[in-house]
């Protein structure tokens, strides 16, 4: 993100008694780069800008702190003003550690780990075709309730350490190119606990998983970024979904539905 100035949002990271905490570094969503990192009194400010010609935009801020609960902060942010967001809270942080395994129980590099709500979501729509859907569908491309944000990945053997968990009742969860997401049995955190040695097995991605292929012209040479539309109609509900092929004319959908598809 380009900085603007102009556009910036002020905060104040404060302790369950108000008092500052220093050293957080705040990143937006997904972003490795630290934006800032507040100040001895917990304040700190920071200046975005659009990705687009937008006069109003949302942005999702991460809050780190070792010791602290990693925290995820929304603000609403115009164009030329300043976004006032006050003080934050930073509770207490559990470390969570173990390792992320195939069937097999071999080491997973790169897998993504992170914890989700307790209770798995229930997708409710059934139909004739696909009566089960909701665990088929929740290995292949998971839930809203896992939350990506906060997620660690794990070493090359395997491991991983996820700080910054919040006190609590949750799912461990993890995901890796070429396998299922999998998930534990929902784990209760205490502040000043640490939690070690936990395993989390993915499973290994089904063929009937993904639709891949190849866009050629009559040719055969590849045709890159092309637009690709695939459409489903079950009793209770239809939809169409679509991606942009690759460069090399490649593309790819993970299959939300056990149907008949065009």
């Not at 008694?17 to 957080?24: I, L, N």
């Not at 139909?127 to 665990?135: F, I, T, V, W």
């Not at 070690?196 to 063929?207: A, K, Q, S």
Request: hydrophobic share 40%; glycine share 12%.
């Amino acid at each position: 993100v380009v900085p603007a100035p102009g556009s910036s949002v002020t905060l104040r990271f404060v302790d369950a008694a108000g008092g500052p905490w220093s050293d957080v570094s705040l990143s937006q969503r997904f972003a490795q780069e630290a934006l800032g990192t507040s100040a001895r009194d917990g304040r700190l400010e920071i200046e975005l800008s659009p990705f687009a010609e937008e006069v109003e935009w949302n942005v999702a801020l991460v809050a780190r702190r070792s010791g602290c609960a990693t925290r995820e902060v929304r603000a609403t942010l115009r164009v030329g003003a300043t976004t006032q967001l006050g003080d934050v809270l930073l509770g207490p942080g559990v470390v969570v550690a173990g390792r992320v395994l195939d069937e097999e129980g071999r080491g997973i590099a790169d897998a993504q780990v992170g914890l989700g709500e307790s209770e798995l979501p229930e997708l409710g729509y059934a139909s004739a075709e696909e009566p089960d859907p909701a665990e088929g569908l929740l290995r292949r491309v998971g839930s809203e309730a896992f939350n990506h944000a906060t997620a660690t990945k794990s070493a090359a053997d395997g491991s991983f350490r996820l700080e910054g968990a919040e006190p609590g009742l949750w799912r461990p969860w993890g995901h890796a190119n070429g396998k299922r997401y999998g998930w534990g049995e929902p784990l209760e955190l205490f502040a000043g606990e640490d939690v070690t040695g936990l395993e989390l097995v993915l499973p290994d991605e089904l063929v009937t998983d993904r639709i891949a292929g190849i866009v050629l012209d009559p040719e055969g040479a590849p045709i890159p970024k092309a637009q690709i539309l695939m459409s489903y109609q079950t009793e209770s509900e239809g939809n169409t979904i679509s991606t942009t092929v690759k460069g090399d004319g490649s593309f790819e959908f993970v299959l939300r539905r056990e149907v008949a598809l065009t």
